[in-house]
């Protein structure tokens, strides 16, 4: 979200002219998209976390504010190079919505965007291993 909406003027209040642009982003395991339906059989905002945790608001009343959140919502051509990264066997997020979102930035962007899918890599796969301890744990490190 952060690369694709640098200098939008709504999301830095009180920094209006600072320049927020970066030079590449690396996102792991994203969602892009809260409102079309995509991989689910509902769209993503409308599930409880993001209506009650994340937006503090319900869908069907204001879906322009999931809009607003989903960073496909703001693909464009001077987008920075991206490198998205998920996982395979993500049962989280379908490995589907990375694939989804990499086609549209592709036709948007001038910038080169790739994609590293992790075959079997499960959500998060960066932070835990497989055996659910995170990677930095002491019983991860042989202590």
Known sequence: MVALTAN???FQPGFESVDTAV???VPFNG???FVEPGPWPVPFGKTALLQERVLKRP?????????????????????PPLLV????????????????FVDRLRD?????????????????????R??????????????
Do not use: C
């Open 59 to 79: 869908f069907a009343k204001d879906r322009e504010a999931f809009a607003k959140a989903s960073p496909v919502t703001y693909l464009r051509a001077d987008a």
């Open 108 to 128: 948007a962007s001038d910038a080169p965007v790739l994609y590293a899918e992790m075959q079997g890599g499960q959500h998060a796969f960066d932070v835990f």
């Open 23 to 25: 030079q590449a982003a």
């Open 8 to 10: 939008v003027p709504e």
């Open 130 to 143: 497989p055996t659910g301890r995170p990677v930095w744990s002491k019983a991860s490190n042989g202590s």
């Open 31 to 33: 969602v892009y998209d």
């Open 85 to 100: 990264i998920h996982g395979s066997h993500d049962s989280l997020i379908p490995v589907l919505e990375a694939r989804r």
